[in-house]
T-cell receptor
Framework: SQQGEEDPQALSIQEGENATMNCSYK?????LQWYRQNSGRGLVHLIL?????REKHSGRLRVTLDTSKKSSSLLITASRAADTASYFC??????????FGSGTRLQVQP | EAGVAQSPRYKIIEKRQSVAFWCNPI?????LYWYQQILGQGPKLLIQ????????DSQLPKDRFSAERLKGVDSTLKIQPAKLEDSAVYLC???????????????FGPGTRLTVT
């Protein structure tokens, strides 16, 4: 079963707008990672946030983590057409490997 | 730095046939993963190697799937015989994580899209 579930499943915005996607998970985590997947390609790591961190920034990306609510959010500011992709959260629960959610499909209209 | 290489990129086979996928991880990465990604879903781990040893194969359908990582570098994933529900993208990833810990980012290859007819 999926540990993380992203919301919304799909999101369509205009270029320049901000995009927010959320991830909820079920069990305690060591860290949470966000990945991007362009159509027909492999996944690319975006950012990692540890369980003792609440917020992290990387360029136009901002990730928050609320361990009490078992949720995380990814904010992409000033979106571009090139941001069109699927975004996945992945959790490290202490098992060896990451567990991925089902993803949010983001469409940025030029 | 060269990325994770996978081949073939696409494969179409009939059910009950066999197929093999190849992966070459980033040089020096001890941990290698094979994932199955069904359309519209996130990747699901099939098997994880640490060097040439299996760390986790709990979700690998062992009656039809097999994988090996000889000499702790390249890896192959085989399906024999294939079923219709095996249609998916098979992703290989590698990581520099010591002892297979998940706290490190994973580097993914482009994947192999398998269609079983």
């Amino acid at each position: 079963s999926q540990q993380g579930e992203e919301d919304p499943q799909a999101l369509s915005i205009q270029e320049g707008e901000n995009a927010t996607m959320n991830c909820s998970y079920k069990t305690s985590i060591n860290n949470l990672q966000w990945y991007r997947q362009n159509s027909g390609r492999g996944l690319v790591h975006l950012i990692l946030i540890r369980s003792n961190e609440r917020e992290k920034h990387s360029g136009r990306l901002r990730v928050t983590l609320d361990t009490s609510k078992k949720s995380s959010s990814l904010l992409i500011t000033a979106s571009r057409a090139a941001d069109t992709a699927s975004y996945f959260c992945a959790t490290d629960t202490g098992r060896r490997a990451l567990t991925f959610g089902s993803g949010t499909r983001l469409q940025v209209q030029p | 730095e060269a990325g994770v290489a996978q081949s073939p990129r696409y494969k179409i086979i009939e059910k009950r046939q066999s197929v093999a996928f190849w992966c070459n991880p980033i040089s020096g990465h001890a941990t290698l993963y094979w994932y199955q990604q069904i359309l519209g879903q996130g990747p699901k781990l099939l098997i994880q190697f640490q060097n040439n040893g299996v760390v986790d194969d709990s979700q690998l359908p062992k009656d039809r799937f097999s994988a090996e990582r000889l000499k702790g570098v390249d890896s192959t994933l085989k399906i024999q015989p294939a079923k219709l529900e095996d249609s998916a993208v098979y992703l290989c990833a590698s990581s520099s994580a010591p002892r297979g810990r998940a706290s490190y980012e994973q580097y993914f290859g482009p994947g192999t899209r398998l269609t079983v007819t």
